[in-house]
């Protein structure tokens, strides 16, 4: 229990009233309701800030804060690698992909596969997407958002559900442009908060040289042995990398938010800054875990659970009103992660299903569509919520380990569809299901692992970031090999979407940004080695 105050519940309070002032204010402005390219992509016109204080609002969900502290708790610094590894992909998102994105005029992820591949891949990926929302979005930035109502004294379901009613209600009213808008707050409230949580632990032990002293060094390692469990350097180098390119540069509930760039300037730069917000989490979210532990061993917080470990960290070191502004800031993460997906899922399902089964409805028929189908997603995810446990113990591990059985195979027709024009429909559907099959096999398995013996059981055992490099392997090897036993693509349909020489007009300056984020993720690796 936190044991919030009066002045504490009127910071959340003037929080929430906030955000909804925003966002009814950004939908009154932009009047998008009847208009589909409004609704679902903001009108095109938002510049690099917003973008990228998107990009980092609606990928940090509470299931990042609860997580990432949690395992860090549990594990030490390590688990920031997928973190720090997203600023690079970031990067690949803003030079490689973000043009294709722009020029060709696309919504969705899935309509882009439809022009470099085919219609079937375009239905594919539109399931897939709305599954991956259900097992890895909704369902645990739901259940993460539970223990900070439990720590608040709340009925985990009711707040639950009443902040996933609420979410909805300000996402429904404004589409995007209130998403996008309510993020770049939601980030402020985010980082000032978590700077707090940090800054006061470290006071409270002393100092960084006390708190490094206090702790064996392997906490502060960013790099473990190849038979560590969890984060095996070679699954670090090479697997994570794999579900970074998925769901950074391929996946709709990220790539929305360059899709609703000016040009492809503002969007490469939105992808930059986020880059470089993508550093922050060791900082906040991470070190504050091992704080928890470091305070635990010292016989001054206790852990029952690595979960706990930020809940705790509030209710033993904040005063009344910073504890308002902390919680604050796990709702407003918890918010923007939520009111992404539902904008997603929704772009998705209207345009790459409804659209396609009624391909005469008016603009503002789609807008209504897309508003009433989260309802349906919303209930799913409360569903799956339920067996989550069963897979990982630790929340942000679960998440990535569901992604390294879905994200290979979308990764691999993305990324070698872009460069290699021989590719074509069949090996991309080839590539996709033969990854679906085994992902499948792998989250069954592991579920069921505890019956299994031999290469079964290896199959389902073996690190995940380790399976992420098998199955990715696998789909490029189906890819280039049934496409290249297979008639070649219509080259004039797949022009404009696969690479040619890329411009570099007004690029000196994002070059020079692009350099020194690469430099100070380098720097971070050689400090925590």
Request: charged share 10%; with cysteine.
């Amino acid at each position: 229990m936190l044991d919030l105050e009066l002045l504490d519940i009127a910071v959340i309070s003037v929080y929430f009233v906030g955000i909804f002032w925003i966002a009814i204010r950004v939908a009154k402005k932009s009047k998008n309701g009847d208009d589909s390219k409004g609704y679902f992509l903001g009108g095109k016109d938002m510049g690099w800030f917003v973008i990228g204080a998107s990009l980092f609002a609606s990928n940090i969900g509470s299931e990042h804060l609860i997580g990432l502290a949690g395992t860090a708790a549990s594990s030490g610094v390590a688990v920031a690698q997928f973190e720090l590894l997203a600023g690079v992909v970031l990067l690949l998102l803003g030079w490689v992909f973000v043009p294709f994105y722009i020029r060709s005029g696309v919504f969705t992820m899935p309509e882009f596969l439809e022009k470099r591949y085919s219609k079937n891949t375009r239905a594919y990926l539109s399931v897939i997407s709305i599954v991956a929302y259900i097992l890895t979005k909704i369902s645990v930035t739901i259940a993460a958002g539970g223990i900070i109502f439990q720590a608040m004294g709340m009925d985990f379901w009711t707040g639950a559900v009443a902040i996933v009613v609420i979410t909805g209600v300000y996402t429904t009213i404004g589409g995007l442009k209130a998403v996008i808008y309510t993020d770049m707050i939601q980030m402020f409230v985010l980082i000032a908060g978590s700077l707090v949580v940090t800054f006061v632990g470290l006071y409270h032990l002393g100092g960084w040289t006390a708190f490094t002293a206090g702790l064996d060094a392997s906490y502060f390692s960013l790099w473990k042995p190849i038979s560590n469990p969890d984060f095996p350097w070679t699954g670090i180098i090479f697997g994570a990398p794999i579900l970074g390119v998925w769901y950074w540069c391929t996946d709709q509930y990220i790539v929305q938010r360059v899709l609703a760039a000016k040009n492809i300037q503002q969007a490469r730069k939105g992808s930059i800054f986020g880059g470089y917000l993508k550093m922050l989490p060791l900082l906040i979210f991470v070190i504050p875990g091992v704080i928890a532990l470091a305070l635990s061993q010292k016989g001054e917080l206790l852990l029952n659970t690595p979960d706990d470990a930020l809940p705790m960290l509030i209710k033993v070191l904040l005063p009344v009103g910073l504890k308002g502004l902390v919680i604050a800031g796990l709702l407003a993460a918890l918010m923007s992660s939520l009111s992404s997906v539902f904008n997603s899922c929704s772009t998705i399902f209207t345009l790459d299903i409804y659209k396609k089964i009624k391909p005469e409805s008016t603009e503002k028929h789609l807008v209504l569509v897309g508003r009433i189908a989260t309802v349906g997603l919303v209930f799913f995810g409360l569903l799956w919520v339920q067996f989550i446990d069963n897979i990982s113990d630790q929340l942000f591990k679960y998440l990535q380990s569901v992604q390294a059985y879905i994200s290979p195979p979308i990764a691999a027709v993305f990324l070698l569809g872009i460069f290699f024009k021989r590719l074509n429909s069949k090996g991309a559907m080839a590539s996709m299901i033969t990854g679906f099959v085994l992902g499948i096999a792998r989250l069954v398995g592991e579920v069921n692992k505890t019956d299994l013996q031999g290469a079964f059981f290896y199959f389902c055992d073996i690190n995940f970031l380790h399976f992420a490099i098998f199955l990715f392997v696998i789909c490029v090897a189906v890819l280039i090999l049934v496409s290249l036993l297979t008639n070649s693509p219509d080259y004039a349909q797949i022009e404009g979407v696969t690479f040619h020489k890329m411009s570099m007009v007004d690029t000196r300056q994002d070059l020079i940004l692009s350099g020194i984020l690469v430099c100070i993720l380098a720097s971070i690796w050689i400090y925590f080695s």
